[in-house]
């Protein structure tokens, strides 16, 4: 099983780039912003809760966003693996994700990490926010939040992928099937060293 861990900073092109990972390797895309999102538009109780967090920019707490996760993997025991977009945000969910995974005899297959300048990020985000529909896209200030708060409290859960020699920095910038083919490298050299 091919379990990915797509990595990278708001407006890197996560998104973007799991559907060329999709289309290529029939991986199940979890990306916790689109669960967030799908549960806030519903206004189920959890949306409420992650609202709250996410209107301020802030993560959302680690068991809330765990269980989540959880929950969708079990809704896919045929998969041939996933890709996790937008998580793990944290080494203990890193810690949960693989205790989870193990715990189903899998574990990650790496982590493709994403690596784009902060000016051509906030470029990048408030580009979206003129098709995207999502407020947090078009204001300066939650952006400039969101990508501090991504440094800060993010960025460091590579450091979990890179003791495990799991971790791979991939140059963000460039055409779109520029930077696709540098995923799909990445991985191949990951899974037929």
């Not at 912003?33 to 189920?44: L, Q, S």
């Not at 109780?45 to 993997?73: C, H, N, R, Y």
């Not at 993010?154 to 791979?168: E, F, G, I, L, W």
Request: hydrophobic share 35%; proline share 5%; charged share 25%.
């Amino acid at each position: 099983m091919l379990n990915i861990v797509l990595f990278g900073p708001p407006g890197a092109g996560k998104g973007t780039q799991s559907e060329f990972l999709i289309k290529k390797y029939q991986l199940v895309h979890l990306s916790t912003g689109d669960i967030f999102r799908f549960n806030i538009k519903n206004a189920t109780p959890l949306g409420t809760l992650a609202k709250s967090f996410m209107d301020k920019g802030e993560l959302v707490p680690d068991q809330v966003t765990i269980s989540m996760l959880e929950s969708e993997v079990n809704k896919h025991n045929d998969a041939q693996g996933f890709i996790f977009d937008g998580f793990p945000r944290t080494e203990a969910q890193a810690e949960a994700l693989e205790t989870f995974l193990s715990s189903k005899g899998e574990t990650i297959t790496c982590m493709l990490a994403l690596e784009v300048g902060e000016e051509e990020l906030k470029n990048r985000l408030l580009e979206r926010a003129k098709t995207s529909g999502r407020p947090d896209d078009a204001d300066p200030q939650i952006i400039q939040n969101r990508i501090d708060v991504y440094n800060r409290e993010t960025a460091p859960v590579a450091n979990y992928y890179k003791q495990r020699s799991k971790y791979h920095g991939i140059d963000g910038i460039g055409t779109i099937a520029e930077i696709s083919e540098r995923l799909f490298h990445a991985i191949e050299a990951t899974v037929n060293p």
